[in-house]
């Protein structure tokens, strides 16, 4: 099960992986075939979040929505004790407690809020709540009296959209790419192509724009080899001269989201990692660089009065967009999947797999216990919804 839920392995993979170590002799144990593992992801996602969570005054909780799988989206809540946290690393997925995975067309601010209230019955007390500022969150989380940190990869990337989003030169040299990108896919310029813009939060992660401008700046500072028949690729790319102001600038804003980032994702949100990023980071130039440093300055300094009471704290939930990240990798090979029971592998993700534990969840888990939860918590999927729409 490591080699399932701790890489990217697929289940057609993992169960040809364990045929050839069964044929080596490597282990003693039968091969598994895929829907043998497909089940036991399942089996051990619904024992790690139905399993009782301890009472105590210490919870801090992460909660964000999925992009849009098929019809609907999925709300996860993760949940760990301040107690537990090592602020000497980032977060991991087994610090994590599963604490909520449903799905549903359209979340709003008063569901959230009734759920937040209801897990704090059961769980304690909640000291604070990680997550973006979506207005249903937002509502849900301030209704229920808990304190929100504005999850900071977010807030970056709003940032950055509201720097860049209608600048005329990071439209023009997007556009440009663009084109450039259609026009030279199947030529002997292909390897020179510009890199393709993030379909979700294109704004957050400038630094492969910021990189290829450059590269191209110094690719057009060599003499023409007539040998490589590039001429057409670098007449089309010959305004790039023009625009390096742009580059350096957007240069300087992806140096700074990575000098800030770091040390705060890493090691927490605290008056130590605030300074450094305030001390350690060099002088912006750019007018851009200035706004952005100043701004998150602002920002890091606001969210950490925000409970007024702790000194280091989470400001992150890119934990569960990995998880996230990797539930969609599980869907890819099946696009008319839509939101299935699968999504219990995001709580599978924060199980130990201790031995102990696994055969816990196996022996303990039926398989009727998860096509009910199924049925409450996540719905027909778009195959069932199909399947009824175009039967006799």
Not at 170 to 198: D, E, M, S, W
Not at 207 to 213: D, F, H, I, S
Not at 288 to 302: A, E, I, N, P, S
Request: aromatic share 10%; proline share 5%.
């Amino acid at each position: 099960m490591a080699l399932k839920l701790r890489t990217s392995s697929s289940f057609r993979a993992v169960a040809a992986t364990s045929q050839i170590l069964h044929e080596y002799h490597v282990t003693t144990l039968q091969p598994a075939v895929p829907n043998t593992i497909w089940w036991w992801v399942r089996k051990i996602g619904y024992y790690t979040l139905t399993k009782p969570k301890p009472r105590a005054q210490d919870w801090i909780i992460v909660l964000d929505e999925s992009v849009k799988l098929g019809p609907g989206k999925l709300l996860v809540l993760l949940g760990i004790r301040e107690s537990d946290i090592d602020f000497s690393r980032p977060l991991r997925y087994t610090d994590m407690k599963p604490l909520w995975i449903s799905a549903s067309s359209q979340w709003n601010g008063d569901f959230i809020r009734d759920l937040l209230t209801r897990l704090e019955g059961q769980l304690g007390h909640i000291t604070y709540a990680v997550g973006d500022y979506g207005s249903d969150i937002k509502k849900g989380v301030r209704e229920a009296g808990i304190p929100h940190i504005h999850d900071m990869t977010h807030h970056i990337a709003l940032l950055l959209k509201h720097l860049y989003e209608k600048d005329s030169a990071y439209q023009y040299v997007t556009t440009q790419f663009a084109q450039i990108r259609q026009r030279f896919q199947h030529t002997v310029a292909a390897p020179l192509l510009p890199p393709k813009p993030r379909a979700h939060s294109r704004y957050h992660d400038l630094q492969p724009l910021a990189a290829y401008g450059q590269q191209v700046l110094t690719y057009l500072r060599h003499p023409a080899d007539a040998t490589r028949s590039d001429a057409a690729f670098r007449e089309a790319v010959s305004w790039v001269e023009h625009y390096q102001e742009f580059f350096t600038e957007l240069q300087e804003v992806t140096a700074l989201v990575r000098g800030i980032e770091r040390p705060v994702k890493h090691y927490g949100l605290s008056s130590a990692t605030v300074t450094q990023c305030a001390q350690g980071l060099p002088p912006a130039i750019t007018e851009k660089g200035r706004r952005f440093k100043f701004d998150m300055l602002v920002y890091l300094h606001t969210t950490l009065d925000v409970t007024r009471v702790l000194e280091e704290l989470v400001c992150t939930s890119d934990i569960l967009e990995s998880a996230f990240g990797k539930y969609t990798t599980y869907l890819s090979c099946n696009p008319m999947s839509g939101i299935t029971d699968l999504a219990l592998c995001i709580a599978a993700f924060t199980s130990s797999l201790e031995l102990s534990e696994l055969a816990e969840a196996l022996e303990q888990t039926r398989q009727h216990d998860v096509r009910q939860w199924a049925r409450v918590f996540i719905g027909p999927t778009v195959s069932q919804q199909r399947r009824q729409a175009f039967s006799d």
